[in-house]
């Protein structure tokens, strides 16, 4: 598959956005290239990962725990999974499994935090990158935290304005 192919992918990931093209062909060439057949598991849950991985083309799944009702979620071509486990030390989360033929790049930890030490701006920017998206968490759980406590908060008035004659108590 052509280099241009490969890079592909890697444009339309937010991680990604804003490298410059050379930047982006360094990667891409210190990816490996892996052909995973249908059924082959791409990474499986509570295993340590080290490598995330770009699905070029294909389709895979995110199986869910067995507990009945819980469908696989589809995993589309140009997905990266596994983004964690190509910067830091993590555990997987969930087991994702080919469904059909799926072609992926293999972004080893080692293979980034060479390109990073290589190119100080690659680092600068997946800094930059993952701060952004930090900040956008905490930003979506002060949100969440402010509804709790508005919600408990009307608990309380409600609870405050049942007459006694409501409100639980155990029977004599």
């Known amino acids: 598959m052509a280099i241009d192919a490969l890079v592909k992918p890697f444009l339309l990931l937010p991680l990604f956005q804003g490298l410059k093209p050379l930047q982006l062909t360094e990667i891409v060439r210190r990816a490996d290239r892996i052909i995973y057949r249908p059924g082959d598991v791409i990474i499986e849950e509570d295993q340590p990962g080290e490598a995330a991985i770009i699905i070029v083309s294909g389709e895979a799944v995110r199986l869910q725990n067995d507990e009945p009702g819980n469908a696989a979620q589809p995993i589309a071509e140009g997905s990266m999974i596994g983004e964690l486990a190509m910067l830091v030390e993590t555990v997987h989360a969930s087991t994702i499994v080919a469904r059909t033929t799926v072609k992926a790049l293999r972004l080893t930890r080692s293979e980034m935090h060479e390109a990073m030490a290589d190119d100080p701006r690659l680092a600068d920017h997946l800094t930059q990158k993952i701060t952004a ?39 004599h």
């Open 133 to 171: 998206r930090l900040h956008r968490l905490a930003q979506e759980l002060r949100s969440v935290d402010q509804a709790l406590a508005d919600i408990a908060g009307i608990e309380a008035i409600v609870q405050a304005q049942v007459p006694p004659a409501f409100t639980a108590s155990p029977l």
